[in-house]
């Protein structure tokens, strides 16, 4: 149990350090080919903030470990809003004034529904899996149209200030390499500790993912959120959430589904589904903004999706002590 839970926190402290040196010499590395900001920060961005996720949802499904894998994907978008978000307007008043964020939030809840209705059947097949991928093209395919058409939008400009500009290839190509073995090592760490402890405490896989896993693999967003929110970078602190969860449902959900398909705990769609989708659906009504309001994440609204997250983890820890 001492080394397992010694591996967890090495290989979340790397898996942190990992992503920001993956997203930096990613984003670098595009800037320096002459890639728009705007797609810069709509694809390069969104993937490397999802790919803790990936790489433990990778690792745990070929280690016959499905379940941690699904609960990762779930766990982490419960986390991204109601965690992430929550605090840092707790913190800081989040305005939307992006209109390419306007359009994510009705395309967030979609998939949100579309996730659940293909996992309704009570598992999470090859069909399953191959849907959420070629979804996640098609949204791929409209973020580079969004990319080449979205320059004037207030993002943009916010993604360029992000980007490191003063970065060379060579140095940036070095930060991406190393940023990339350290997340193929320390997701390998985590996903080893995850799994033994969980056998250890006879709990399911699935919980360690909704919990331990989900919060540590969600780390860089909040560091991220937190940090764009400070910086009165309003449409990155919330972009970066929407384009997560966007890159777990189809990205990382699908991986299971491809990977180690079969059925999985009957609580995920009766506990872990509905309070993703419950969130998705506050964060859509909060941020989206209607008849002519702006969208706005204020304090109070922070602290209910804090309260939720916590309230969630309470009752997955008190199921826990009851078995």
């Known amino acids: 149990m001492l080394l397992s839970s010694l591996a967890i926190l090495v290989g979340l402290a790397v898996l942190v350090w990992g992503a920001d040196r993956f997203i930096s ?3 670098a590395l595009a800037n320096n080919l002459g890639v728009s900001a705007m797609m810069i920060g709509l694809t390069i961005v969104g993937f490397g903030t999802s790919a803790p996720e990936i790489l433990v949802s990778s690792i745990a499904s070929f280690n016959g470990n499905p379940g941690l894998a699904i609960g990762n994907a779930i766990g982490s978008n419960i986390a991204n809003i109601g965690l992430i978000l929550g605090f840092t307007a707790l913190l800081i008043p989040l305005s939307v004034h992006s209109s390419v964020l306007k359009r994510e939030y009705p395309l967030m809840l979609a998939v949100t529904l579309i996730s659940f209705a293909l996992m309704w059947d009570g598992s999470l097949d090859r069909l399953d899996g191959s849907i959420l991928l070629l979804l996640l093209c098609g949204i791929l395919a409209w973020m ?6 979205g320059q004037a939008d207030p993002i943009a400009s916010e993604f360029d200030a992000e980007i490191p500009h003063d ?14 073995v350290a997340l193929l090592a320390s997701s390998r ?9 969980a056998s250890a405490l006879g709990i399911s896989d699935v919980v360690i993912g909704l919990t331990i896993v989900a919060i540590g693999t969600s780390l860089p967003e909040l560091a991220a959120s937190i940090a764009s929110a400070l910086k009165g970078e309003h449409d ?9 969860n966007l890159y ?7 991986l299971p589904g491809l990977i180690a398909p079969g059925p999985f705990l009957p609580e995920v769609l009766s506990r872990d589904q509905p309070t993703m989708i419950a969130l998705t659906a506050a964060l859509f009504f909060m941020g989206y903004g209607f008849f002519g309001r702006q969208g706005r994440i204020n304090r109070f609204e922070g602290l209910i999706l804090l309260s939720a997250f916590i309230a969630y983890q309470s009752l997955l820890f008190f199921s826990l002590v009851r078995t």
């Open 189 to 197: 760490t985590l996903v080893w500790g995850a799994t033994n402890i």
């Open 25 to 27: 010499g990613a984003a």
């Open 236 to 244: 990155i602190a919330i972009g970066n959430v929407i384009g997560s």
């Open 167 to 180: 970065v060379p290839t060579g140095k940036a190509i070095i930060w991406l390499l190393l940023g990339l």
């Open 248 to 254: 777990n449902l189809l990205a990382v959900l699908s």
């Open 144 to 149: 580079f149209h969004s990319a080449k058409t």
